[in-house]
């Protein structure tokens, strides 16, 4: 069973930035393509960026794409979100989790394991 540790959240003024971290356990780690996923209260969790097991391919939700930037390390088994010029509406708990077959990137049910979330608030 993977275990993650997602970091990097905070408190950040609108048009900011933050780079979330989120680290895995297990040594298969580079075989999963690895998804971010954001709550905000009261919403369904809703897909943010998604990248493949060697990071050649990235998908990103529209709301986000050209402000964020999903990449891995594999040899430190971490996937990264880089998040700028960073909106209100972008403040949620943002989660990570590894991929399970193949397609659908952006469906929460491809996902099985969750890590416990890293807080983003977004001040106006």
């Known amino acids: 069973q993977v275990q993650l540790v997602e970091s990097g959240g905070g408190l950040v003024q609108a048009g900011g930035s933050l780079r979330l971290s989120c680290a895995a356990s297990?040594?298969?780690?580079?075989?999963?393509?690895m998804g971010w996923f954001r709550q905000a209260p009261g919403k369904e969790r809703e897909f943010v960026a998604a990248i493949n097991w060697n990071g050649d391919n990235t998908y990103y939700a529209d709301s986000v794409k050209g402000r964020y930037t999903i990449s891995r390390d594999n040899a430190k088994n971490t996937v990264y979100l880089q998040m700028d010029s960073l909106k209100p509406t972008d403040t949620a708990v943002y989660y990570c989790?590894?991929?399970?077959?193949?397609?659908?990137?952006?469906?929460?049910?491809?996902?099985?394991?969750w890590g416990q979330g890293t807080q983003v608030t977004v001040s106006s």
């Open positions: 989790a590894p991929k399970s077959g193949s397609g659908y990137y952006d469906r929460t049910y491809k996902y099985g394991y």
């Open positions: 297990g040594r298969t780690f580079s075989s999963y393509a």
